[in-house]
């Protein structure tokens, strides 16, 4: 398995960002995929879930209403679009696979003025 996140970076208060995460090494389209983020000194949390066909998400409650999770199965890859971000947003994204399992390497979100 191996996930790899982007587009990451730093935002202003009430802008917005998209983050990619490209899958391979296993079926992509037979799975759930879910974002995970971390902010400094805290337990990564989760975010958002969108089952194999995309016809299922959840969210949150810190990021619902703001948060779309998304996904491409012809292109492996997952997403999560952000719209208002907040300045407690501010966190490293992680992109996981519950089964079979794994993680990516992250993405850092930065929300500041």
């Known amino acids: 398995v191996q996930l790899a996140e982007s587009g990451g970076g730093l935002v202003q208060p009430g802008g917005s960002l998209t983050l990619s995460c490209a899958a391979s090494?296993?079926?992509?389209?037979?799975?759930?995929m879910s974002w995970y983020r971390q902010a400094p000194g805290t337990e990564r949390e989760f975010v958002a879930v969108i089952l194999s066909t995309g016809g299922y998400t959840n969210y949150a409650d810190s990021v619902k209403g703001r948060f779309t999770i998304s996904r491409d199965n012809s292109k492996n890859t997952v997403f999560l679009q952000m719209l208002s971000l907040k300045p407690e947003d501010t966190a490293v994204y992680y992109c996981h696979v519950p089964a079979p399992g794994g993680w990516g390497q992250g993405t850092r979100v930065t929300v500041s003025s």
């Open positions: 090494g296993f079926t992509f389209s037979r799975y759930a």
